[in-house]
């Protein structure tokens, strides 16, 4: 009698068995690979919500409006830029370890620019100060603009590298920044501490999902 | 309804070593040691296993050698993207007709009992021998 009959091959390995370890290895691969993890959104939202929140803290009884930050809020948005910084950095490097091919290629290409529209974007509030605009102007501008121009620039350079979920954060991001825009100088902190609060939460339970669903049941 | 579980991927240490090349973008490759890493094979185990893939087409290796250490480079080949797709589509035919939930979450593969005869039947029936 032979011992392997009725035996699937793989000793016992059954359909389901089959099923449940084809998701859990695509779910640990996706994760593995993942430079947008859901932990690093969702911190991402707790960076924006203190850092602007902090901001908004510190000028909202300003009569009249002069932009000023407490020092307190601006170490504090520091500290935790660096960190998302760091973190970024770090994430980004783990997924990429041992990887290589034209979508690895593509994916550094995306990331050099997106540094560079970040520096650029900060880095021109510099002679905006030193160009003597009104407070009320200057405290407007670090705020909303930056995030409305990077937003829209980088939604249309993702949708062009087919990165469609970051398409869709960037443009949200976009359009939270010109809801900001609207409410005046001080009032555009809380809306951006808010809004993108929100939309990093909800790529972060996205993100999520896409990593937890099944490719066996669809 | 038939449907046939390709023998090649239905063995475990290759199914995940398909499962995990599979969630690259297509044409990207993975470094030998964080495949191994990733799976935790020992390096021999892996290598037959990678053979047996690079054998049927569904994988493809490069070697580069930069000074003394050298490296390889590991592909998921469009034919062994097609027999992923294909076998899952088998594994949705037998399981969904079997109306089984396949993959509760948080469960392991461990946790799942592989004594349904049910299931073991639609097995025998669909797959062909092949010992791993």
Redesign the interface.
């Known amino acids: 009698m032979d011992d392997?009959a009725?035996t699937?091959?793989?000793?016992?390995?059954?359909?389901?068995?089959?099923?449940?370890?084809?998701?859990?290895?695509?779910r640990?691969?996706?994760r593995?690979?993942t430079p947008l993890t859901p932990t690093l959104l969702a911190f991402r939202a707790v960076v924006v919500l203190v850092v602007f929140g902090g901001c908004w803290l510190s000028v909202r009884g300003q009569r009249p409006y002069t932009g000023h930050i407490s020092g307190w809020a601006i170490a504090v948005a520091v500290v935790l830029v660096a960190i998302n910084i760091g973190a970024t950095a770090w994430v980004i490097g783990r997924a990429g370890?041992?990887?290589?091919?034209?979508?690895?290629r593509k994916w550094q290409a995306w990331t050099a620019i997106m540094t560079a529209a970040w520096i650029i974007g900060y880095a021109i509030t510099a002679p905006l100060y030193h160009a003597g605009v009104s407070h009320p102007a200057w405290g407007l501008y670090p705020a909303s603009a930056p995030l409305l121009i990077i937003g829209l620039a980088g939604a249309a350079i993702a949708a062009a590298f087919r990165y469609w979920l970051l398409a869709g954060i960037l443009l949200a991001i976009a359009v939270v920044a010109a809801a900001a825009g609207l409410r005046g100088p001080a009032g555009s902190w809380l809306i951006l501490g808010i809004g993108l609060c929100a939309v990093f939460l909800g790529a972060a339970a996205f993100t999520a999902w896409r990593q937890?669903r099944?490719?066996?049941?669809? | 309804m038939t449907a046939e579980l390709d023998p090649l991927i239905h063995v475990p240490t290759r199914l995940r070593i398909v499962a995990t090349l599979a969630a690259l973008p297509d044409g990207d490759a993975l470094s030998f040691t964080r495949l191994q890493d990733m799976l935790g094979l020992t390096p021999g185990n892996l290598i037959i296993q990678l053979r047996k893939l690079d054998d049927a087409g569904y994988i493809s290796s490069t070697k580069t050698r930069n000074g003394s250490a050298q490296k390889t480079m590991v592909t998921l080949t469009s034919q062994g993207r097609a027999a992923l797709r294909a076998y899952t589509q088998a594994l949705r035919v037998l399981l969904g007709g079997l109306d089984i939930d396949v993959t509760p979450p948080g469960n392991t593969v461990d946790e799942i009992s592989a004594e349904d005869p049910k299931v073991k039947q639609r097995a025998e029936i669909a797959t062909r021998q092949e010992s791993p």
Do not use: Y
Not at chain 1, 97 to 104: E, H, K, L, N
Not at chain 1, 214 to 218: E, Y
């Open positions: 392997t009725g699937t091959p793989g000793g016992g390995f059954d359909p389901r068995q089959a099923a449940a370890l084809l998701d859990t290895s695509t640990q691969a996706r593995a690979f370890t041992g990887v290589s091919g034209p979508a690895q937890r099944s490719v066996v049941r669809p």
